[in-house]
C-alpha cells in the first residue's frame, strides 16, 4: 500500500521502510522549538530530566515572541528564563528582541525549516512548515522539553485528507480565504488526528506566503499537520533562505486518504470567521445580505498573516485613504526583515498616513496577551487564526476573523467589508 | 492507577484551551496560580466549586486551540481526577498523558452523565460508573504504549527510567 507524503516523512524519521496509519513510531528530529510561555515550562521539565544538556544545539530554536517586549515582571521573568537556558546551552537559534519575529514567520525566512523535515514546536501553529514540504506539528512543553533532551519524540502516524486544489484565486481573494472556507466546510474537529494534504494543479498559483497561511490554520481544523508538495515556488523560497541540504517527498500515486475534497480556488469567495469559532464561516456576499457589522478594531499581522505579502495587500487597499472615524488599527509586520521590507517600500507610511499604528514583531494581540486587547462589547476584524471566546480579551468581545484584504477594507468603511466595497 | 471519583462538571463541544486558561494568566507557569483561574471564561464559578477528584465531563474536541501545557496542568492542580469527553483535541490528548493527567474517550458517558453525578473510573478496565445514576460505560482504554507512559507518571519519568 501507498504512503502519503507525511507517511513517506515519518518513515524516513523513524528510520522504517515504511508506516501506515495508527503505527506508533519513534522519530528523530530535525528542530525542536519554544516561544517565551511555552519554553519555560519545558525548561522546568528538562531540569528534571537525567539528561546532560540538550541533544544538539544547532537543531533548537528558542524564540520569545508571544509577550515581548516583555509586557510585565512576570513576562520578563519568563523570558529571562528562556534567555540564560540558551546562554548555558550555547543555542546557536535564540532570537532576542531586535532579531526575532513571529516564530512561524521567522524560522522560514532563516531557512532553518527545509523539505522532509520532522519538526515539533511547543506552539499549536508549529503546522505552518507544512508549506515547505516538512511534516511539522504542535505539541506541548514536556514534548518539547523531551525532544530538546532526546531529538526523539513519538508519534502516532496519521491517516489523511487530501485536498486537491484546482483553478486559481479571483483578484483579492487569498490563501486565508481558501483555508477559512475549508474549515467552515469540514469544521474545528474535521482533520482531529489527520493529516491535511493540499494538491493538484491549482497549488502551483499559491504564492509561499499563501501556502504558510494555509499550512498555518490546519491545527483550527484539528488537524495534526498540513503539507504542501514541493514545487518550483517551493525550491525558488528555499534557494534564496535555506542554509541545509533537503530531501524532498511526494507522496504515492497509490496513497490511501481517508477522504478526498475537491476544491476549485476559481470559485473562492472572501470568506469571514464569526465569533466564537473558526469554522463559522460567512461570505462576504452572505454578510452584506444580513446587514452590516460595525466594528472597533482591526489587526493586520500575526503567525497567519503578518508577512510582506500580506503587508503589501494592506497598505495597496490602504494607499492615500484614511481609516474610518473611531476605529483603531494595529498593523504588525511579523519579523524585523518584513518590517525593515515595509520601511523600503514604503508601506509604513501609508499604514502611518491612513491612520494605522505600526508595531514591532509580537503575537500580543492574537491571544489578548497587550498591544490591542478588546473591552467589553468590542468587535475586531482580525487577520489572526482564532476567535474563541476572550481570546483577544473581555468575554464578551468577539473577533471576526479575515484575510488581510477585508481587513483593511474593514479598517476604511467601519463595518465589515471587501476591497469591491471601496 | 487508582480509580478516580468525584462530582461531575459538565461541558459542551469544543471547550478551548482560551477558555480553560485564558492567555492574560500565561505569564505565569506555576500550577497553583494557573488553577486560581481554571476555566474562568467559560465558567467563572469552576474554582469556587471545585473539589479534589471531582471530574470534568464535556463533548467534541475538547482542548482544542492552542498547544499551552498550561491548560491540563491548571486543571490537574485545580483537584480534577479525570477529564472524559467525546474526543480530544490531538495536542491537549499528548499533554494530558505527559503530564499525568487522566483522560478518557468515551461518547456514550459524555452525552448521558450529568453535571453533579458522582462518577468513578477504573482506569485499568476502562470503565465509567454513574453512581447517581446507576449506569455504567466502556471508555477506551489507552494502547499499551501510553498506558507504560502513564505509569511511569509521565514522560520525563519514562525517560528518565529508559536511561
Known sequence: MGMTMTQKILARAAGQESVKAGDLIMAKLDLVLGNDITSPVAIHEIEKMKVDGVFDKDKIALVPDHFVPNKDIKSAEHCKCVREFARRNEITNYFEVGEMGIEHALLPEKGLTVPGDVIIGADSHTCTYGALGAFSTGVGSTDMAAGMATGQAWFKVPSAIKFNLTGSLPKDISGKDLILHIIGMIGVDGALYKSMEFTGPGVASLSMDDRFTIANMAIEAGGKNGIFPVDDKTIEYLNEHATRKYTAFEADEDAEYDQVIDINLSELKATVSFPHLPENTHTIDEIHRDGDIKIDQVVIGSCTNGRISDMRIAADILKGKHIAKGIRVIVIPATQAVYMQCLEEGLLKIFIESGCVVSTPTCGPCLGGYMGVLAQGERCVSTTNRNFVGRMGHVESEIYLASPAVAAASALKGIIACPADL | ?163
Do not use: W
Open chain 2, 1 to 163: 492507577m487508582d480509580n478516580a471519583k468525584g462530582r461531575v462538571f459538565k461541558y459542551g463541544d469544543n471547550v478551548d484551551t482560551d477558555v480553560i486558561i485564558p492567555a492574560r494568566y500565561l505569564n505565569s507557569s506555576d500550577p497553583a496560580e494557573l488553577a486560581t483561574h481554571c476555566m474562568e471564561d467559560i465558567d467563572k464559578d469552576f474554582t469556587k466549586k471545585v473539589a479534589k477528584g471531582d471530574i470534568i465531563v464535556a463533548a467534541k474536541n475538547f482542548g482544542c486551540g492552542s498547544s499551552r501545557e498550561h491548560a491540563p496542568i491548571s486543571i490537574k492542580a485545580s483537584g480534577v481526577s479525570c477529564v472524559i469527553a467525546e474526543t480530544f483535541a490531538r495536542i491537549f490528548y499528548r499533554n494530558a498523558i505527559n503530564i499525568g493527567l487522566p483522560i478518557i474517550e468515551c461518547p456514550e458517558a459524555s452525552k448521558n452523565i450529568d453535571a453533579g453525578d458522582e462518577v468513578e473510573i477504573d482506569f485499568n478496565t476502562g470503565i465509567i460508573t454513574d453512581i447517581t445514576k446507576g449506569t455504567s460505560y466502556q471508555g477506551q482504554a489507552f494502547p499499551e504504549f501510553m498506558q507504560k507512559l502513564i505509569a511511569a507518571g509521565g514522560l520525563v519519568n519514562f525517560i528518565n527510567e529508559g536511561k
